[in-house]
């Protein structure tokens, strides 16, 4: 018998900068993504000024999916796809992002693309903000570190809402929002807020101001979406990335707790409508004093999400007494696990960790919770024959759809869905490559700008399709 619900929403996820391409069409205006170079493993992506000759611009073309959605949507079709998480591109609908009335072409592309999704059965599930907010408010006004682009953000929202009012049920306000608690890594504030923290004298007294403006401006949307469609479900989402004492002494527990708060902080604010106790202590020792309007605490209360989104990679441990120097550290604040694996990126590998993080989310929250990235980023090699066969990427998903389904049946933790990252491969968010894939769908693009973009199914899109078809059954 299965573990999983009736009406599970299993399907893929990717966000529009990731796939689409199509930059500069049709009066798209542009993104903070456009102008980030490609990077690899262990060597950052770089922001220039402007787009400028001689840089490579991942993003530019990423895997055309703005001409060919059509064809792609085909293949989830085939694969049995319920749902479809991907995000609109706010550049596209206000290329500026302060104008006062919309790009409708950009729109009108949504339209096809949505439409397309119904017509085959599968429902849209869209972020509203994932990495990709217009330049101009960066250069205009300091990205989200002024208020004013809380207001450019609520018309947007405002916009597709109503547009699509009687298509799409499924929202999330903003994408990991909580990567930016990773303060001291530059991509991390830039994609989420478009501020790089290390450049300003006090880097958190800017985090906590800039985050500030995204619960206000989350919370509005949130009330605003239930006033044009009561129906809506408007998610928060963070990325889940438990961190374990590194040992059973005590000092590591209490390092690992506070170390976790980070992790907690903006689901805390947006499931439960107001700052956690154990805030205040920190930003006091900090002397981290955030503006706040006086309507604000009413603001985030009225704005509570319905459910809580994540997605969930990887664990790693937390060193009260860590050594100065850890070259095999992914992040400061953590370090890796002796006992897991990891992928070619250094990803550690933990499927337990997701029913762990999934019974943890559920008894703080108690809200339903939708996994809405997982997936094993990895080297794929088509072969002679053409198949491509990543068993690699079966058996990791098997083993995570294995602990959700744990989560479920043992647990008791009401999971509404699943959609693995990068269900068609597309260019990493880290690094910027083509070569970290994700998809069950290969698609012929390669990092020295050869490939003819054509699709291919992988192993594990009919394993997939299996998967769906038997609703989580991975053998
Ligand atoms: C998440 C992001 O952090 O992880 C995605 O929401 C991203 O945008 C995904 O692509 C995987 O990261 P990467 O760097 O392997 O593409």
Redesign the pocket.
């Known amino acids: 018998m299965s573990k999983f619900p009736e009406n599970f929403l299993w399907g893929g ?3 529009a900068h ?1 796939v689409e391409g199509g930059w500069n069409a049709d009066g798209k205006g542009i993104s903070i993504v456009d102008v980030l170079t490609k990077g690899e493993h262990g060597v950052p992506r770089k922001m220039t000024d402007n787009v400028e000759a001689g840089e490579v611009y991942p993003n530019h073309q990423a895997v055309d999916f703005y001409h060919r959605y059509s064809q792609d949507i085909a293949l989830f079709a085939e694969m049995g796809f319920k749902c479809f998480r991907t995000s609109i591109a706010w550049s596209r609908i206000f290329p500026n992002g302060d104008e006062s009335t919309p790009n409708e072409a950009g729109l009108a592309f949504y339209d096809r693309l949505i439409d397309n999704l119904l017509s085959q059965g599968i429902e849209p599930v869209i972020t509203l903000s ?2 990709e907010m217009p330049y101009h408010l960066v250069k205009a006004y300091g990205g989200w570190a002024s208020r004013k682009v809380v207001d450019c953000f609520v018309r947007f929202c405002e916009t597709v809402f109503t547009r699509y009012r009687d298509k799409v049920t499924y929202w999330i306000t903003f ?2 929002i909580n ?1 930016q608690l990773n303060w001291d890594y530059p991509l991390f504030g830039y ?1 989420n807020s478009g501020v790089i923290f290390t450049e300003h004298d006090h880097p958190e007294q800017m985090l906590y101001q800039v985050l500030h403006h995204q619960f206000v401006a989350s919370a509005k949307v949130v009330a605003l979406g239930h006033v044009i469609n009561p129906d809506f479900k408007i998610g928060s ?1 963070i ?1 889940m990335m438990p961190l374990y004492p590194a040992t059973c002494h005590p000092d590591d527990l209490l390092a690992s707790q506070r170390a976790m708060r980070d992790k907690y902080l903006c689901s805390d604010v947006q499931v439960r409508g107001h700052y956690p106790h154990y805030i205040w202590p920190q930003w006091a020792a900090k002397g981290i004093q955030v503006a706040m309007d006086d309507d604000d605490v009413q603001i985030l209360e009225n704005g509570r999400a319905d459910f809580l989104a994540i ?1 969930y ?1 990887m664990t790693n441990i937390v060193d009260a007494n860590p050594p100065e120097e850890d070259e095999n550290a992914l992040f400061s604040a953590s370090r890796l696990n002796p006992h897991l694996p990891a992928s070619d ?1 250094g ?1 550690q590998i933990d499927p337990k960790g997701l029913r762990y993080a999934l019974s943890e989310l559920y008894e703080r929250y108690e809200k339903p919770i939708f996994v809405v ?1 997982n ?1 094993l ?1 990895a080297l794929d090699t088509m072969e002679a024959s053409g198949e491509i066969n990543d068993d690699y990427r079966i058996s990791y998903l098997s083993q995570h759809i294995e602990a959700l389904g744990e989560a479920i049946s043992q647990d008791g933790v009401d999971v509404i869905g699943y959609t693995p ?2 269900c068609i491969d ?6 910027g ?1 083509y070569r ?1 894939r ?1 998809g069950f769908i290969y698609v012929d693009r390669h990092d020295d700008g050869s490939g003819d973009f054509s699709r291919h199914r992988k192993k594990s899109f009919y394993w997939y399709q299996s998967v769906i078809a038997n609703n989580g059954l991975t053998e």
Not at 426 to 431: E, L, Q
Request: proline residues 0%.
């Open positions: 996820a990717v966000a990731q994932h990495f994408n990991e990567n994609c989402m990325h997605s990679y990126w990803w990235e997936g980023g990252w990068g597309c260019v990493s968010f880290t690094t490559e970290k994700y």
